[in-house]
């Protein structure tokens, strides 16, 4: 059976919301016209409370899949998440669509419109030809609960299937930051292939000597060095152990640095012109970050450099973001304070801030019986606050 991975669509992404649909749009279409299977390790959505026409986006979307003819089918269900469909269609929560426990999402909203078949705790099996593939997943948690969850749930292969766990973690070996984050050895041993969303750029590495793949993101969102690469999907071979990358068209990222040098604003300026120029003339309409670096000449700040002007100049040419964090620390802020107030790579300000929010709570010494994370889901819910602070009070005292 031939299996496509792809992740992280985020429909719904502010800043590039168009790119998230089309993108989105041709890797379902590419990985379902070449694969029996499709997985989809999380964040289908940019955020957990979409709005109608993001969910008539993702609508749109799955209810093309569901037209197809495919040929193989989910056959066997078991466990807590949605199943009203039998076509071949397999997705868990990620970590952007996590709400409060007991709360539905909008990926349960999918599932039970029978668009596609979560396996949040839960196992589906699918097959085709007399073959048999069991999916194991686990929706995207916080990080500090992913141990416990995994203790709990106990996952474990399914006899004589080709079997697969699907999650959705920040995983060490590939953001060693924090000791919350899970390592490869503590997953779940037995599986043949391993699949993981949450992280943006793509990962071909091992677990348990059987492959881990993590097909990055869809759509580009942080405007890191590391989503220079072309996004796609994976499509994995039962039969032979075999995959590959397949590239789909998404836009061209560029990160530019350009060194302050003890120049004037005005030599800035230009650079940065010639530069945007010089990506647009590839014939496409790129998105570029630059960076500038260092000193400005005796007399000037940064904020003599016109950015908003160059920007909007140049909007049809190339999506441009200009950043100016090296001169800002060469002008006297405090380098230590700024780089650990920054956001790692390829981790969401969400997940950022529930990693501040913990560190608080373990600094003031938290002590009541309620889960952090599921607090911090409440906090941060997209409601008015009144209706938060009310859930965030029953929670506490009821």
Do not use: E
């Given at each position: 059976m031939k299996i496509a991975l792809l992740s992280d669509f985020h429909l719904g992404y502010g800043r590039f919301r168009e790119d998230a649909y089309k993108q989105a749009e041709e890797a379902l279409g590419k990985a379902a016209d070449l694969a029996d299977l499709l997985l989809i390790p999380g964040d289908i959505f940019d955020n957990r409370n979409p709005d109608p026409e993001i969910l008539a986006e993702a609508i749109t979307l799955f209810r093309n899949l569901s037209e197809r003819d495919w040929k193989a089918r989910v056959t066997e269900f078991e466990g807590a998440g949605r199943h009203f469909t039998s076509v071949p269609v397999v997705a868990i929560p990620g970590t952007h669509e996590r709400r409060a426990e007991g709360v539905e999402d909008p990926v349960d909203l999918l599932g039970l419109a029978g668009l596609l078949v979560d396996v949040s705790n839960a196992q589906a099996i699918v097959e085709k030809d007399g073959e048999r593939v069991a999916i194991r997943g686990i929706g995207g948690i916080a990080d500090d609960r992913f141990r416990e969850v995994l203790k709990k749930e106990a996952p474990r292969p399914a006899p004589g299937m080709f079997s697969i766990f699907l999650f959705h973690e920040s995983v060490y070996e590939f953001l060693p930051f924090s000791k919350d984050f899970i390592k490869t050895e503590e997953l779940p041993d037995g599986f043949d292939l391993y699949a993981c969303g949450h992280i943006h750029s793509r990962v071909e590495s091992k677990a348990h000597g059987k492959p881990f793949l993590i097909p990055g993101s869809t759509v580009l969102t942080q405007l890191k060095g590391g989503e220079q690469e072309?996004?796609?999907?994976?499509?994995?071979?039962?039969?032979?152990?075999?995959?590959?990358?397949?590239?789909?068209?998404?836009?061209?990222?560029?990160?530019?640095?350009?060194?302050?040098?003890?120049?004037?604003?005005?030599e800035i300026e230009r650079d940065i012109e010639e530069r945007i120029k010089a990506e647009a003339a590839r014939g496409d309409v790129p998105i570029l970050r630059i960076e500038i670096e260092g000193r400005l000449k005796e007399g000037y700040r940064n904020l003599d450099i016109n950015t908003p002007e160059l920007v909007e100049r140049y909007r049809k040419m190339a999506t441009v973001e200009i950043g100016k964090l090296g001169m800002e620390l060469e002008e006297g802020a405090d380098a230590g304070k700024v780089t650990k107030s920054l956001p790692v790579e390829s981790i969401s300000i969400k997940d950022y801030g529930l990693g501040i929010f913990m560190e608080k709570l373990k600094e003031s010494k938290y002590g009541l019986q309620k889960n952090p994370a599921e607090l911090f889901e409440m906090l941060s819910a997209d409601e008015k606050k009144d209706s938060v602070v009310g859930r965030v009070v029953d929670m506490l005292i009821g």
């Open positions: 072309r996004k796609g999907f994976y499509i994995f071979d039962t039969k032979t152990g075999a995959y590959s990358f397949n590239c789909i068209d998404s836009r061209r990222f560029v990160l530019v640095r350009i060194s302050a040098g003890g120049r004037a604003p005005s």
